[in-house]
């Protein structure tokens, strides 16, 4: 199963009949236990034998470390009076705070209900095909029940190991960890080696390994937001969650497809306050189901609409020879990619709003902007925004740091804002793809940033001499939006073509010189 119209209208249907019926209290173990098994019903369906069923428990099981790693280093089981909320005296990081015994029972009680879950969705292989939740026959309970005891025993183990350790040298070598897995499951030729092993592992043949048979549903998403928790954890501003929540945050099912990279913090409010909202909010119904209803034409009625021969793809790509078609091939392509994704956003953040969860916005009319800057400000804003928490902003104060007498003299700040955008945009081309073509694409951003930041600081006050010129200041904003809609689309040439070859070959028919 993908995340097509039929999936949205039964994940709709479910918030409905949870915004309707489920009280309050039960809020949010409905939304775990419903984002749980999501997970294994949008998985589509993989080669291997058990991937598409074992995949998700993998998803789970690395959520349950993401949690046990992120949580403060040490914890004072302490039970407040009754009636009492739960006292944490340390919300920054510190080495100690008071949680509630009720707190401790709620972890290990969510660690077995998504186990017996687990459990019962492998009950699924005695089912017949038409009528599974699961993307392929699963394995049988008895091998499930097993491989969780030798996981459980395995975690066990290393729990023990990494309590004698520096906590922050722990979440280092955890992020490093969950970096070292992301390549793994990102770039193609590790994927096309371990599909290959696990096809020698289960008797099939193993000359027919190739990437896809790993398709790893939402890893991208999940990864991220494990590594903002141990990052937070690292300095100190992480809030404590519970296993409950801590899955809720990194599974909740309207996101896990296609984002957004929310922030935990801020979900956790959200999620705090589940057992306050009305069942029957007209406000949060009608915004909710509006959201889902601009997502629906935006990707089911434009995107799908576009990507009836209206958009470029690489077998257009290599049959189009007038330079003229290319260009509006490619123009549509650009909103092919808007109107998808962007649909696939405002699907998300209705659904998450019936829920009573307020996703954060991921776009905000980007192909409006006049210049790179402010593309990238409204373009995948939460990829951006956690590129430049984790990336941009700490790379360029640790290079600042290191601007001594005596330092290098090409530590300048040109050169730390060059390397900066380098390395923040090659991250996020990698995100998408592990490949030359990513990687050019995260380059060819770098580089307009860097140069729009150049120019701008270079022409800031001639800019604000425009500012009471009213015609001047149209003609150059006009002029900044035609540039930047030619920079980006011209960029999508590298995000789509599979090979640079294939890449340059486009660009050349573009200006009219056919290969």
């Known amino acids: 199963m993908t995340l097509n119209l039929w999936a949205i209208l039964v994940i709709g249907l479910a918030a409905v009949v949870y915004a309707a019926l489920v009280p309050g209290r039960w809020r949010g173990w409905a939304i775990l236990l419903g984002s749980v098994v999501a997970l294994f019903w949008l998985?589509?369906?993989?080669?291997?034998?058990?991937?598409?069923?074992?995949?998700?428990?993998?998803?789970?099981?690395?959520?349950?470390a993401g949690w046990w790693l992120s949580r403060p280093p040490r914890r004072a089981f302490m039970a407040p009076a009754p009636g009492q909320p739960i006292d944490r005296d340390d919300q920054t990081g510190g080495q100690e705070f008071t949680?509630?015994?009720?707190?401790?029972?709620?972890?290990?009680?969510?660690?077995?209900?998504?186990?017996?879950?687990?459990?019962?969705?492998?009950?699924?292989?005695?089912?017949?095909?038409?009528?599974?939740?699961?993307?392929?026959?699963?394995?049988?309970?008895?091998?499930?029940?097993?491989?969780a005891l030798e996981v459980g025993l395995v975690f066990a183990a290393l729990a023990l190991i990494l309590r004698r350790l520096p906590h922050r040298a722990v979440l280092t070598g955890a992020i490093v960890a969950f970096v070292l897995?992301?390549?793994?499951?990102?770039?193609?030729?590790?994927?096309?080696?371990?599909?290959?092993?696990?096809?020698?592992?289960?008797g099939q043949d193993v000359t027919l390994?190739?990437?896809?048979?790993?398709?790893?549903?939402g890893f991208s998403y999940v990864a991220f937001r494990i590594i903002h928790t141990l990052r937070d954890r690292q300095t100190g501003i992480l809030p404590d969650l519970s296993l409950r929540a801590y899955l809720s945050y990194i599974l909740f099912a309207p996101a896990i497809v296609a984002g957004p990279i929310d922030r935990a913090e801020r979900f956790l409010l959200d999620y705090q306050n589940l057992p306050l909202l009305r069942a029957f909010d007209p406000?949060?119904?009608?915004?909710?189901?509006?959201?889902?209803?601009?997502?629906?034409?935006?990707?089911?009625?434009?995107?799908?609409?576009?990507?009836?021969?209206?958009?470029?793809?690489?077998?257009?790509?290599?049959?189009?020879?007038?330079?003229?078609?290319?260009?509006?091939?490619?123009?549509?392509?650009?909103?092919?990619?808007?109107?998808?994704?962007?649909?696939?956003?405002?699907?998300?953040?209705?659904?998450?709003?019936?829920?009573?969860?307020?996703?954060?916005?991921?776009?905000?009319?980007?192909?409006?902007?006049?210049?790179?800057?402010?593309?990238?400000?409204?373009?995948?804003?939460?990829?951006?925004?956690?590129?430049?928490?984790?990336?941009?902003?700490?790379?360029?104060?640790?290079?600042?740091?290191?601007?001594?007498?005596?330092?290098?003299?090409?530590?300048?700040?040109?050169?730390?804002?060059?390397?900066s955008h380098l390395?923040?945009?090659?991250?996020?081309?990698?995100w998408h793809g592990i490949s030359w073509n990513f990687l050019i694409w995260g380059l060819w951003h770098a580089a307009g940033l860097f140069i729009h930041k150049q120019w701008s600081d270079r022409t800031r006050k001639w800019y604000r001499g425009l500012q009471g010129?009213?015609?001047?200041?149209?003609?150059?904003?006009?002029?900044?939006?035609?540039l930047t809609i030619l920079f980006v689309m011209l960029g999508w040439v590298w995000f789509l073509m599979p090979t640079v070859d294939g890449a340059l070959a486009v660009f050349m028919k573009l200006v009219g010189v056919s290969g």
């Open 99 to 147: 949680i509630s015994r009720v707190y401790v029972r709620d972890d290990w009680l969510t660690l077995l209900i998504i186990l017996t879950l687990i459990l019962g969705l492998a009950l699924f292989r005695y089912v017949g095909v038409d009528f599974r939740l699961t993307a392929s026959r699963p394995p049988s309970p008895l091998f499930v029940a097993v491989t």
């Open 283 to 419: 406000a949060r119904w009608g915004l909710g189901l509006w959201r889902i209803g601009q997502g629906l034409f935006k990707k089911f009625v434009i995107a799908d609409t576009l990507a009836q021969g209206l958009s470029l793809t690489p077998t257009l790509a290599a049959q189009t020879e007038g330079a003229g078609a290319l260009w509006l091939l490619l123009f549509g392509y650009g909103l092919r990619l808007y109107f998808d994704f962007g649909g696939y956003t405002d699907i998300a953040i209705g659904l998450g709003i019936l829920c009573g969860i307020r996703l954060p916005e991921n776009f905000d009319r980007p192909y409006t902007r006049s210049n790179i800057t402010a593309f990238w400000q409204s373009w995948h804003i939460t990829l951006g925004n956690w590129a430049r928490f984790y990336i941009f902003t700490p790379l360029s104060r640790a290079l600042l740091r290191r601007r001594k007498p005596g330092a290098s003299p090409l530590l300048t700040p040109t050169t730390i804002v060059l390397t």
């Open 209 to 217: 390994a190739a990437p896809s048979d790993l398709a790893w549903l």
């Open 181 to 202: 897995l992301f390549v793994a499951a990102k770039y193609p030729p590790a994927t096309a080696f371990i599909a290959g092993w696990w096809r020698g592992l289960t």
């Open 469 to 482: 010129r009213p015609w001047p200041r149209r003609i150059w904003a006009a002029t900044g939006w035609a």
């Open 43 to 64: 998985q589509a369906p993989l080669a291997p034998r058990y991937a598409d069923f074992l995949l998700p428990c993998a998803t789970i099981a690395i959520g349950v």
């Open 423 to 430: 390395a923040t945009m090659i991250v996020i081309g990698l």
